[in-house]
């Protein structure tokens, strides 16, 4: 165990002797902070470019689109919950016999 430097507090370690990751607690996340707390490795990474998801080439970007559509339509692709614009494009593709793609 290693004592939690702001609050004296012993937690466990999040990874084994493997390197694998242990499943995390309620106290873990209550423990975690945001990057914010750490302006010095911010400056770090940004100065790196290793803040963030890489931007994609313009050629795979999606597009913004203006689309109408039945209502019936919105609704089964809703009913399912987040993601319904993805599983909109999937639909499409599959429709136009496009392959399908990693996003």
């Known amino acids: 165990m290693t004592a939690n430097r702001k609050h004296g ?4 370690p999040l990874t ?7 499943e995390l607690t ?3 996340f209550a423990r975690q902070r945001p990057t914010a707390d750490f ?4 400056e770090i990474l940004e100065a790196h470019g290793k803040l963030g998801r890489p931007p994609l080439p313009a050629s795979e ?3 913004r689109v203006t689309l109408h559509l039945d209502p ?8 399912e919950g987040r993601g319904w614009q993805t599983r909109a494009n999937a639909a499409l593709r599959r ?3 496009l392959p399908a793609t990693k996003s």
């Open 16 to 22: 084994d002797r493997q390197g694998e990751v242990r």
């Open 9 to 12: 507090t012993a937690s466990a």
């Open 39 to 42: 302006p010095e490795l911010v």
């Open 95 to 97: 429709a136009l016999n």
């Open 61 to 63: 970007r999606k597009q």
């Open 26 to 28: 309620a106290a873990d």
């Open 72 to 79: 019936d339509v919105l609704t089964a692709l809703k009913a």
